[in-house]
């Protein structure tokens, strides 16, 4: 897309830059609200599918503008003095744009966690199986992106932007018309109710009784097993000492014990409800220090690729690589990566460690940021390298020139991206996905999303005022000439953000708190199945459920 705002559009660099990134971080808020209605009311099956349509109407859209020569300006091969898209063309770019941001609010947060709700996922069921669902999940996205960058992006450099984009929106439909035949075949939870209402319900009970007096046992705060039978089904919520200010939600008073059968909910709190609240709050550090990750990495790649576009690209006299399928490099990687990961480092690490991943979710994430500083330092150093062969042959003024050194330069890079994320991007979701309420996994895997929309946005912010303040002389990042920029510079300053974040994500990491669950075991006999849960559900719902309530005691 970076090319054909630039070269079809005729938009500057950093303004097509900015374009993509700012419609990059709706894409990844947009999840957020989409799985809010599925883990609320939709349904995670029936959010993919409307979320899927209006992500189709988008890709449609789109494609029409790339096919009709009234909707772009005129070509521009020199790349000097281009009459940049008139205003009522980039509204054709930007509505199709919105549709697939708001298209992926419904796929996003639902996909990864529709496809884990088909598998057991318990601690019990994950640490006896010799594979890991989010590697194999991750490799199966990273072989779809693969043939995006090889296959698409060659049709679009070589045979033209209307197929380029048509295909990919041909193959959107058929993966829609794919998704509803395999209907039957679907384990489709329900949703039980806002999880949002459940939280604020918490804080407001436990701002109610903040000045009661806690019980010196635990033990005596509320606990409902009927109550939390439709929100727990993969095991309940164990008391935990940290934000203890909460428990106060669970204290039993006389208030409380006088309406046992009917509790209401905006003044006490079972202990599983609370402890949802602290997970989400103890999760909310160390999902925080991905988004520096994602300001100090979101341009990173459509500056690559102008970079790549300068350098000589050519496999044989009569192929050249398309500058957007460099990338595949990085995605080969992670696929060659995460093969080796599960088959090699997982034995290796759990002879050492007793883990049945081979390390934790936290270290995972530790390693991917470190090797993350590492490709920025290399890009930063290739470029400099790149602009010295520029100077050596007297090309640092002429922007559409060749520049005579291999393109194979940017390579290591790609490579230190790839392996990052194996280790990074898999471990991060796993933890999401692990670490969050059962009931709450769309939602947690939206925070993903919104995660890369924050740092999208605040990398725009960061890349307009590297743009606005380096000057117009020997500013950074030119509209134009990348050449005559200082790129290099850059890096080293996305390089320092990066550093500061590791340090606050290792202090995250050190002081965090996993989960206490208790698992269900399918031979406890005291444990309902699943259609006595959804009973007892609705008999509470028809206020024929009796609650019990046990008083404080305070020695």
Known sequence: MITYLTQQLNLPLVKASNTLTNFGGMGSFTPLIGALIADSYAGRYWTIIGGSIIYELGMISLTVSAVLPSLRPPPCPSQVNCKEASNSQLWILYM????????????????VTFAADQFDMT????????????NWYYFCMGMATLTALTVVVYIQDNVGWGWGLGIPAIGMALSIVAFIFGSSLYNK??????????????VVAAAKKRKEVMPLDPGMLYQNKELDAAISVNGRLLHSDQFKWFDKAAIVTNEDAKDSKSPNLWRIAT????????????????????????????????????????????????FEIPPASFSVFSILTMLIGLVLYERLFVPFARRFTGNPSGITCLQRMGVGFFINIIATIVSALVEVKRKQVAALHNLLDAPQAIIPISVFWLLPQYILHGIADVFMSVGHMEFLYDQSPETMRSTAAALNSLEVSMGNYIGTLVVSLVHKYTGQKNNWLPDRNLNRGKLDYYYWLVTGIQVINLVYYVICAWFYTYKPLEEVKEEDDDV????????????????????????????
């Open 271 to 318: 202990v599983h409800r609370i402890e949802e609240l602290k997970c989400i709050v103890r999760m909310l550090p160390i999902w925080s220090a991905g988004i520096l990750l994602v300001t100090a990495s979101s341009h990173l790649h459509s500056f690559v690729i102008q970079q790549a576009r300068s350098m000589d690209r050519h496999l044989s006299h009569s």
């Open 123 to 134: 601690k019990s069921a994950v640490g006896s199986r010799s594979w890991n669902f989010f």
């Open 189 to 202: 939870l329900k949703p039980e109710g806002s999880p949002l209402v459940r939280l604020a319900q918490v």
């Open 528 to 555: 309902p199945a699943e259609d006595e849960i959804q009973h007892k559900r609705l008999n509470y719902a028809e206020g024929n459920g009796e609650v019990e309530l046990r008083r404080n005691v305070i020695v």
């Open 96 to 111: 199709s744009l919105i549709l697939t941001s708001i298209g992926s609010g419904g796929i996003k947060p639902c996909v």
